[in-house]
């Protein structure tokens, strides 16, 4: 079996070890690696994953345009790369102009880390941008444990931009929302052709019967499968998906076929 790990992290050799270190410490939860692109790539060969996709986050607006220029910079042997623009930067739209060119396959959101709701109005003119570039948009979903109890991304905020926006292309990722797992079988899941779902790090949180449940109820074909290494093995989620009864073409779209599709690779 081929894999196409769609969500994992990696930052500056000069700024991995403060930054794995703080979050490790906030979470309580033991990185997979050193946090540096190198250290990533070595984790996805060892667990037999020839792509993944890396997904940076602005913290602050000014962080933007030296983010997606380091993120263009490390592409390459199997490495793609998503961009980050901030909701609160002035020249949002600019930089998502400046993603395209870049070559960067879309833009990742971290409601917690940049402090809005995803369907919040101030961002609909950042989604028909995001949507007219044919770029995807990428958004950590659910309860996060690096963050403060209030979770902004919810599935019903997801239902409503995958509505307001049917041309946006939105992945939506720990199954669609982190330990919300009942409102994501009442609000999205199966109910939007433009709303994918990543599986990333979600091994330790779900049963297997609930699980089974919402990919049934999405559809293998907009499932995809992510660890969101280094916050977990990638190991697990392959485990996951491997002893859920799927047939062996879902397990193929999940692990790789559908990420091939998305990006258009």
């Not at 101030?122 to 570039?133: G, W």
């Not at 994501?184 to 994918?196: M, R």
């Amino acid at each position: 079996m081929r894999y196409f790990d769609f969500h994992t992290h990696a930052f500056t050799d000069t700024l991995a070890n403060r930054a794995v270190e703080g979050l490790s410490l906030t979470s309580g939860i033991q990185p997979a690696t050193d946090g540096t692109v190198s250290g990533l790539r070595r984790k996805l060969e060892k667990n037999g994953i020839d792509r993944a996709l890396l997904l940076p986050v602005a913290t602050k607006p000014s962080q933007q345009e030296t983010i997606n220029n380091w993120a263009a910079s490390v592409m390459g042997g199997g490495l793609y790369c998503c961009g980050t623009v901030h909701p609160a930067a002035e020249n949002a739209l600019e930089e998502l102009e400046r993603i395209r060119s870049l070559g960067l396959c879309g833009v990742k959101f971290h409601s917690e880390y940049q402090d809005f709701c995803p369907d919040e109005e101030r961002m609909f003119p950042i989604y028909e941008k995001i949507a007219e570039l044919e770029l995807i948009a990428v958004f950590h979903g659910g309860w996060d444990p690096y963050s403060a109890d209030e979770i902004k991304a919810t599935p019903q905020s997801f239902a409503a931009v995958a509505k307001t926006f049917p041309k946006l292309k939105i992945v939506a990722a720990h199954l669609g929302g982190m330990k919300l797992w009942d409102d994501i079988e009442k609000y999205t899941a199966g109910k939007f052709e433009n709303l994918w779902f990543d599986v990333s790090v979600i091994a330790r949180y779900i049963d297997d019967g609930q699980l089974l449940r919402i990919l049934k109820k999405q559809g293998a074909e907009r499932v995809l499968f992510g660890s969101d290494c280094p916050w977990d093995e990638p190991a697990n989620e392959i485990a996951m998906i491997e002893r859920m009864p799927l047939t062996n073409e879902e397990k193929e779209l999940i692990f790789y076929k559908n990420a091939e599709k998305l990006l258009g690779i």
